[in-house]
């Protein structure tokens, strides 16, 4: 079958990468097309396009702020129909439910100007941009929450050096979730107030302990997000103690939460002397670490689940659920043994792993936590593999699987068919920022599978109040035979279960 | 504590969050349905996409 | 950086402070030093016979024959193309010129002087208009008219002008603006005012009755007789403001329908220059973009000052008119451009936004970070000489003249 390559420049119109990740999907999927590509003419996007064979004749004069449309199809008449269809998503009005006339500004400086009161500053602009966007945020004494990744550590050291000095929060880079003074910023839930406050390096840990907390009848005052590199030594965790600082002084908080993965031994040594200053008590959750040296107001959580127990006060969690009385209720696929995860939260991804290695089960990761080797390694060979989806590997030119659950499916479809594969884990994340109805999509995918395939294992990461409602999600679940667990920890504790008994 | 004795930070945590959101549109939608005032700045990479123009803006102050 | 952010503020200091008032009307030859016979000045940055435009050519032509250097349009056209007259800009003679622009020795201009730096500029007298040398018209009904106004019309107006001492014109702009006027497309409001100001005068000092009946229809029906006032005004805002080490604000704009010229303050009298854009905008019935000639003008002067395109949410008619969107819209037009602006004109306020003052001071370092241009409301000639108007729109500067700007500034300062 003979292939044709079209190419097509719009000068110097911009989209952003999510919209321009769902119009390519549109068009990949229009009839007699192999591939389509909307992505901006940026050097890293281009060799992208040209490696994927979406380039006429492997090149391009387009710049960075042109758009390239590509499609690769098995006829000329079919490559120009999928292009039409490109050109009619682009030109569709940007906004619903705002006035087309409504007056943008083009800049942050813009913005300030003309408007009062703002006081941050929510960036996600491609990693190239996220530095500058936010060093103009800061001098105009906005607080940051960067949602971009893909930013140099110096960049990450300079802007919180700058923030620290204007005493403003620096949150992120490549920080996802934060709760503040009740707002939910990017993803993050509809959770309760209360007092427990939050300090989160890791997004999707972050979401699964305010929502256990909210869910199970206590209340949050803040979480604050720091990015995931906050606690490693080149930072020295600077927004880290900037939090502990606000926390302490905020009188709606009674007891904070720290979660992230193992910090930089100096770092955590920094952080856990100034917790030992506090008036208040603190729960330390670092995913992967099997204990810490920690001061007297300060109790360390192994998983998220118990970091949120303990932030109750030790009231439990998900008291009445009982994995092994569960996994007794059903079947393990004949000759298969092996557990497969496949997460779209980072941290979730970590606390599996915690619990699986706990459990006995020799674990691999590309996202691994300490004594667990990489699924790269040659050790690796055999091993469970648990991973995460989320990862820079997987999202390069592509959104992340929490945004778009579709990058998960190819990798679910292909545990279905593994012979070795007995349970399949899996997260269901949903809240603001989230898609839609990441339940309903996990299902089309799965609910063809027949009877001898792999059982799937999951957990709904949110709350009632979430415009997915948590309870609807995990009916839909059920209902398409998934079997829903009221945590991720307790989704791990049911499928060791499940792989372990008879 | 009065007003002015407060840190920004502090001031941040006991006001009502204001965005100005750069970048994904999909997050403006979120915020309003949580009544969040938020301003959605049009962004395209400055200086047309040029790198070394955008670095030398930012040198000259922008 | 610190050193521009304190001469861009001196720069729209300097310019905001201007006084400019309009003192007199003389020949040419008598006020542009250096100015002499089978000289022609022209709008736009500097360019040469070969490379102008139709209108452009047309102008000139009817110039020369105007001046006498040559006897009809065919010899005239021998005469500039075999290098018989020299081409200036306006610019470089203290003056500025709407469309073509055409400036020469026995031309009447009106005379600017910036009372607060006593700087002065100047300007032909509008013709009109219909078919006119401003778009490249060269016939005799065209010639006689300049004579007219040569010989009549400039030494009556002139007479009038001096009886009152001086005419200021930020006033009379001020009013405008809070008529519906934006000073480039639309100067209804300000044409008025104008002859309001100065009938009663011309009525005791023009002697003739017939005369005077003559002149005040010619002011009377030219709905864009201000715009020459309008733009020497601009100039003489800006030139204080030329040569301040650092500032990166725009001092002028202008169009020679082939290419597009800025100067900034921080390089003096060095010229960035672009091909220029097509408008885009409506035409009257009989003709469409086919017939538009290329962007042409020192006009964009007032655009330079914050009015024009800048202004455009005061006149929210022109903006439907020239197509630029619903009238609804035409605030926005005036944000944007707020966006690329360093300060406000406090004396120039638009009732429709709160009073917020024009946007005034271009920073080319804006202009290029946030990718928005100057736009230019503008008056769209036919690309045939002396044809005329056939449309109005709005154009947009070109990027190239910005991106010049900003790395001939980072040299200057030494910034790479």
């Known amino acids: 079958m003979s292939s044709v390559v079209l190419n097509e420049i719009r000068k110097g119109f911009y989209l952003d990468s999510v919209a321009l990740m769902r119009i390519s999907r549109e068009v990949a999927a229009a009839p007699g097309v192999a591939e389509a590509a909307l992505m901006m003419g940026t050097p890293a996007n281009v060799a992208i396009m040209k490696n994927a064979g979406l380039l006429k004749d492997g090149k391009t004069n387009a710049q960075g702020n042109d758009l390239i449309l590509a499609v690769r199809a098995e006829s000329e008449a079919a490559g120009r129909e999928a292009l039409a269809l490109a050109e009619k998503a682009l030109d569709k009005p940007k906004t619903q439910g705002e006035s087309a006339e409504a007056w943008r500004p083009r800049s942050i400086a813009a913005a300030v100007k003309s408007i009062d009161g703002l006081n941050l500053a929510l960036i996600s602009v491609p990693g190239d941009f996220a530095a500058a966007e936010a060093r103009k945020a800061l001098s105009r004494d906005l607080h940051v929450m960067m949602f971009s990744d893909n930013v140099s550590v110096e960049d990450e050291r300079s802007l919180k050096e700058l923030a620290r000095e204007r005493g403003l929060l620096m949150m992120g880079p490549d920080c996802g979730t934060a709760i503040i003074n009740g707002a939910p910023l990017a993803f993050a839930n509809n959770v309760k107030r209360g007092g427990i406050g939050v300090i989160g390096a890791s997004g999707t840990g972050t979401q699964e302990v305010t929502c256990l907390i909210s869910e199970a009848g206590g209340g949050i005052s803040h979480a604050i997000g720091v990015g995931g590199r906050d606690l490693k030594k080149d930072i020295g965790g600077i927004t880290t103690l900037m939090a502990i600082d606000a926390l302490d002084a905020d009188p709606a908080t009674e007891r904070v939460v720290l979660i992230s993965k193992p910090p930089h031994p100096d770092v955590a040594k920094a952080v856990l002397a100034r917790i030992a200053k506090s008036p208040k008590p603190y729960v330390i959750c670092f995913i992967g670490a099997k204990s810490a040296e920690l001061p007297p107001n300060a109790r360390f959580a192994a998983t998220l689940k118990q970091a949120a127990e303990l932030a109750l006060d030790g009231r439990p969690i998900s008291k009445g659920y009982d994995a092994g009385a569960e996994a007794k209720r059903h079947a393990r696929r004949k000759g298969a043994s092996k557990i497969e995860g496949l997460y779209s939260g980072g941290t979730l991804c970590a606390e599996a792993q915690v619990i699986l290695a706990s459990g006995g089960r020799k674990v691999a990761s590309n996202a691994a936590i300490p004594d667990v080797p990489d699924l790269a390694a040659p050790e690796a060979n055999g091993r469970e593999r648990i991973i995460d989806l989320g990862s820079d590997e997987y999202t390069k030119g592509r959104p992340h699987p929490m945004i778009d659950p579709s990058v998960r499916d190819d990798a679910l479809r292909a545990a279905l068919k593994d012979p070795s594969v007995a349970v399949i884990l899996v997260d269901v994340v949903i809240g603001y920022g989230a898609h839609s109805d990441p339940a309903g999509h996990l299902v089309q995918v799965v609910e063809k599978r027949g009877k001898d395939a792999p059982l799937i294992v999951g957990s709904v990461c949110g709350t009632e109040q979430d415009p997915q409602i948590r309870s609807a999600q995990a009916r839909r679940l059920q209902d398409a035979g998934i079997l829903v667990a009221p945590s991720n920890a307790d989704a791990c504790k049911l499928a060791l279960a499940l792989v372990t008994s008879g | 504590m009065s007003d002015e004795k407060k840190s920004p930070v502090q001031k941040l945590l006991s006001t009502e969050v204001k965005v100005v959101n750069v970048g994904l549109e999909g997050f403006v939608k979120d915020l309003k349905h949580c009544n969040i005032g938020v301003v959605h700045v049009d962004w395209s990479p400055p200086a047309g996409g040029d790198p070394a123009m955008a670095a030398l803006l930012a040198k000259l102050g922008v | ?416």
């Open chain 3, 1 to 416: 950086m610190k050193l521009i952010e304190d001469a861009n503020k001196e720069a729209v200091k300097r310019i905001l402070e201007g006084e400019p008032r309009l003192i007199d009307i003389l020949p040419a030859r008598e006020v542009l030093k250096g100015l002499k016979e089978k000289m022609i000045l022209h709008a736009g940055p500097p360019i040469t016979w070969d490379r102008m435009c139709g209108p452009m050519r047309g102008a000139v032509a009817g110039a020369i024959v105007f001046e006498g250097w040559a006897p009809d349009l065919k010899a005239a056209e021998q005469l500039a193309a075999s290098g018989g007259v020299e081409f200036h800009p306006n610019h470089h003679f203290g003056a500025v010129g709407p469309m073509t622009g055409m400036t020469t020795v026995s031309m009447p201009l009106f005379v600017v002087e910036n009372a607060k730096f006593k700087n002065r500029t100047y300007c032909a007298i509008n013709e009109g208009l219909g078919k006119v040398m401003r778009f490249g018209g060269n016939d005799e009904s065209v010639l006689n008219r300049l004579r007219w106004l040569r010989d009549v019309f400039g030494p009556q107006l002139a007479k009038a002008i001096r009886a009152l001492g001086s005419i200021d014109l930020k006033s009379i702009t001020a009013r405008g603006l809070s008529m519906g006027d934006e000073l480039h497309q639309r100067n209804l409001a300000c044409s008025s005012v104008f002859l309001r100001e100065v009938a009663p005068t011309m009525a005791r000092v023009v002697e003739d009755k017939e005369q005077l009946a003559e002149c005040l229809a010619f002011i009377a029906k030219n709905d864009q007789f201000f715009l020459n006032l309008a733009m020497p005004m601009g100039k003489a805002m800006t030139d204080p403001a030329k040569g301040i080490k650092g500032s990166t604000v725009v001092t002028a704009m202008c169009r020679n329908g082939t290419d597009f010229g800025i100067r900034v303050s921080g390089t003096g009298d060095q010229w960035f220059t672009a091909p220029v854009e097509m408008p885009e905008g409506l035409y009257f019935p009989g003709y469409s973009e086919k017939d538009a000639n290329p962007d042409m003008g020192d006009s964009a002067i007032v655009e330079t000052i914050g009015l024009g395109g800048f202004a455009m949410a005061a006149a929210p008619a022109v903006a439907g008119f020239v197509g630029a969107g619903a009238p609804s819209a035409a605030a926005n037009f005036t944000r944007s451009m707020s966006e690329i602006a360093v300060g406000q004109n406090p004396e120039w306020t638009i009732a429709a936004m709160d009073f917020a003052g024009v946007p005034t001071g271009i920073d080319v370092r804006l202009v290029v970070e946030t990718g928005i241009v100057p736009l230019i409301n503008t008056g769209i000639a036919h690309k045939e000489p002396g044809v005329g108007q056939v449309g109005a729109g709005v154009v947009k500067a070109p990027m190239g003249c910005f991106t010049q700007a900003v790395r001939a500034i980072a040299k200057e300062l030494g910034v790479s």
